[in-house]
């Protein structure tokens, strides 16, 4: 599903394609594999920090021709679905999770989350991608910019996510001014996958574990929503995840107070039966 941002000034002019290669990739947790990409190319992206996201562009299997799309001012898909299906790679969206600088060159993180189909597969092509590439792979982002408005977060916040968010609440809040106050609530699946967060020391984070292979994702998170009392009317939400979880949430907060023009929502994937990742 498509991020909804709603501020285009949060969203680079012309935003460039950045060839890569996979330099690394390890586990980091039951339902986290982190990817890293370098390149010459990567030295001119301007990490903007908080959920700073991209289009990922992978070769469609091992070691199929891999060609990039021209990109005209923020136009890409046109240009990207006229491609040849043989040499179109695989495009999905996610948040940068680390930018380095290293004597080599800039390295950028991008960790994948990881689901099984009711037959134990991976069920999204990014993460049998992530588990399987070789070093040296070709790989490419498209940079986008912030979906997340810190200007409006100039006071106390209201984070909501499920584990595809995670990687944009963590840079989140880490970005977040220490002054900030507020609640961060995160699912994930299992307690392997709770993970040391930097936040504001007003900044509460309350971890929910489903700990159930057969549980909804963002159900527990959404409850979690519904069930905080005295939301800040100014506060600034950012609910993202499970599609059910991004939009239900947003209600339950435009409901407790918050005007909806402060409330940022995005769904990042829809949940079937298959559980079946769209992101």
Request: with cysteine.
């Amino acid at each position: 599903m498509e991020p909804m941002t709603r501020h285009p000034r949060l969203m680079p002019d012309e935003p460039r394609i950045f060839p890569a290669r996979v330099v690394a990739t390890r586990r980091l947790s039951r339902s986290f594999q982190r990817v890293t990409l370098a390149g010459d190319d990567l030295d001119g992206f301007a990490y903007a920090g908080f959920d700073h996201w991209f289009r990922l562009f992978i070769p469609r299997a091992a070691g199929a021709p891999f060609e990039l799309p021209g990109v005209t001012g923020r136009s890409w898909w046109k240009p990207y679905l006229a491609l040849d299906e043989a040499v179109r790679p695989h495009c999905a969206n996610y948040t940068v999770a680390e930018v380095r600088t290293m004597s080599a060159g800039v390295e950028l993180d991008v960790d994948v989350v990881l689901h099984w189909d009711e037959e134990g597969e991976l069920s999204a092509p990014v993460a049998r991608w992530a588990t399987t590439v070789e070093l040296g792979s070709r790989a490419a982002i498209l940079d986008q910019g912030l979906i997340f408005d810190p200007a409006l977060a100039d006071g106390a916040v209201v984070v909501a996510c499920d584990e595809t968010g995670l990687p944009a609440v963590r840079g989140i809040l880490r970005g977040l001014d220490p002054a900030t106050r507020g609640i961060a609530i995160v699912e994930v699946p299992t307690t392997d996958d709770v993970c040391e967060l930097v936040a504001p020391e007003g900044v509460r984070v309350d971890w929910i574990v489903r700990d159930d292979d057969h549980a909804v994702p963002g159900v527990a998170a959404l409850a979690a929503v519904r069930a905080l009392r005295e939301v800040p009317t100014d506060c600034y939400a950012y609910v993202v995840g499970e599609a059910a979880l991004a939009t239900e949430g947003r209600r339950a907060l435009h409901r407790a107070g918050v005007p909806k023009s402060r409330i940022t929502f995005s769904g990042y994937w829809k949940h079937t039966p298959q559980a079946a990742l769209a992101r």
